[in-house]
């Protein structure tokens, strides 16, 4: 709960915050990191005071749905984990365009056109390896390889969103496509349970090699875990935690604040104070990271991801067996 909110429920509101505008936004930030983009935003913004809601994407998106269904939306500004959502929100007509002045510093794969959602920040999947495996891998086609059989871990796109992005994506580039899933099938690639899994699955030597996201990897690195983590030759896919405004909020001047300060400079070098990859260009990665520039990006389309998102399930389920 906001600062200005804990006053009120003491009857202590002072007459400099009783005019504030209120905002609520539903996150599924860490709290920790819904806490500290709150707290840097009223600083910068006494004018706007924050309620926030912190769940999972999942139990967040039921929720909203369930507000929206009853004709009750509460929130005004939804920061969660990945564009695929919001777009299935902007088709239908639950979010408001807002063409932000700071999109100018960032690539255009990364906000919709229209200005339903902006990206704040990348979280990229790449491969994680033990440091006492004997051979590195630089790319996915190597983890197809009939000499990695038995040897490669992965969350399951039936169970983490960042998963099935990284279907989605992987599954529609030229040169890997379904066949190459169907590769990592015959392999037996163990593909469940999310990247929390994976990650101890490889940091205890239990398979040496893993497709995990970036920051778990290269945080447990600096930490001393055997681990280590290569940005595939290909590319890597990625979720990007996009900020959104709600279709009829009430404060929509108090929400494109926010919608701002996100992709300014500042909200930016929080991005990268908290630990991840700023998605703005020009603003330096965390130490351990490569530098914005040096990362490339596979292409993405969420509208053709949300498409397909039952058939790319379904087809999953059956490459791997689990029907």
């Known amino acids: 709960m906001s600062r200005f909110l804990l006053a009120a429920a003491a009857g202590l509101v002072l007459p400099s915050l009783a005019m504030a505008e209120g905002l609520t936004l539903y ?6 990191d819904a806490q500290q983009t709150v707290d840097a935003f009223q600083a910068a913004n006494p004018d706007v005071d924050v309620e926030w809601v912190r769940d999972g994407t999942t139990k967040l998106m039921a929720r909203v749905a369930a507000e929206i269904e009853a004709g009750q939306p509460q929130f005004d500004v939804l920061l969660i984990a990945d564009t695929v959502t919001l777009e ?6 639950q979010l408001a365009a807002y063409q932000s002045p700071e999109a100018a510093a960032y690539d255009a794969a990364l906000y ?18 033990n440091t006492g495996a004997e051979t590195i891998p630089t790319s996915w086609a190597d983890l197809a390889d009939p000499k990695m059989a038995n040897l490669v871990a992965m969350p399951s796109p039936l169970y983490s969103g960042a998963a099935l992005i990284h279907l989605a994506t992987l599954t529609g580039t030229e040169g890997l496509g379904w066949d190459y899933y169907e590769a990592l099938a ?4 163990r593909a469940e349970g999310g990247n929390g899994g994976t990650f101890k699955a490889v940091a205890a030597g239990e398979k040496p090699y893993g497709v995990l996201v970036d920051f778990l990897a290269i945080r447990a690195k600096a930490d001393g875990s055997p681990v280590d983590f290569v940005f595939p030759e290909e590319g890597v896919s990625y979720v990007t935690e996009p900020v959104a405004i709600r279709a009829g909020t009430p404060h929509i001047e108090a929400a494109r604040q926010f919608v701002d300060f996100l992709l300014g400079e500042e909200g930016q070098q929080l991005v990268a104070d908290m630990g991840y990859i700023p998605a703005r260009e020009g603003v330096d990665s965390p130490e351990g990271f490569p530098s914005r520039e040096e990362i490339k990006l596979m292409d993405f389309d969420p509208a053709q991801a949300l498409a397909d998102t039952d058939v790319n399930k379904a087809r999953f389920s059956e490459v791997f067996g689990l029907q």
């Open 186 to 189: 015959k392999n037996n690639t």
């Open 112 to 129: 919709s056109a229209d200005g339903y959602y902006h990206s704040t920040k990348l979280i990229t999947t790449g491969i994680v390896y």
């Open 88 to 93: 299935g929100m902007a088709q239908a007509g």
């Open 27 to 32: 996150t599924s930030q860490p709290n920790a």
